[in-house]
């Protein structure tokens, strides 16, 4: 087995099993699909996604409370109720659609339809990716989990070192992770 590459029992310092507990299940990504497809309305979703009532009415809550969607009352009557992405719900695209693309990759049993294109050209967009700081593509093996005060230290760097060894090796090369893994 190889080195651990983050200390996983410290669950409440990062972000995914808080972004899980919110998003963690299909129907919330399909409410949350449909939102990015223009629908606001309660009964949209209902007939849209054949989705249970009560099912429906639990998520939206949800997701309203964690502000990835806001109620408001609608423009031309007031008495409805719109639920509209927030600057939350839209920061979920990414992942929306790297899950998306996952799912076409390794368990679509067809060609999907319809295709997500680029507006400007009308062909298909390319895969979702991790980005570096300045614009290059980063593969598993370029990343590290490294203590918030050692970012943009260099490892060779004696605090570094210094703090790597009072951490007993915490600081983790994921791509020493992957080769201890594999022998």
């Keep these: 087995m ?6 996983l029992s410290e669950l409440l310092k990062c972000g995914l099993p808080q972004a ?4 963690g299940e299909r129907w919330s990504f399909m409410i949350l699909r449909a939102s990015f497809n223009g629908l606001h309305h309660f009964e949209e979703f209902l007939s849209e996604l054949g989705i249970a009532r ?3 009415s639990s998520r939206l809550a949800k997701l309203v409370k964690h502000g990835i969607l806001k109620r408001e009352p609608c423009a031309d009557d007031r008495r409805k109720i ?9 920061d979920l695209l990414p992942a929306m659609l790297a899950l998306r693309q996952w799912g076409q990759k390794y368990g679509a049993e067809f060609e999907e339809n319809p295709v ?11 895969p979702v990716s991790i980005l570096a700081h300045d614009g290059r ?5 370029d990343l590290w989990f490294t203590m918030r005060q050692n970012v943009g230290k260099r490892p060779d760097h004696p605090d570094f070192i210094a703090l790597e060894r009072m951490t007993s090796g915490s600081v983790t090369n994921l791509q020493e992770t992957r080769k201890g893994a594999a022998s």
């Design 2 to 7: 190889g080195e651990l590459r983050e200390p």
């Design 82 to 90: 719109e639920y509209r992405l927030t600057e939350k719900g839209f």
């Design 137 to 141: 593509t980063l593969t598993y093996e």
């Design 54 to 56: 009560n099912i429906l």
């Design 116 to 126: 997500l294109v680029d507006e400007r050209d009308r062909l298909p967009i390319g």
């Design 20 to 23: 899980l507990e919110v998003m």
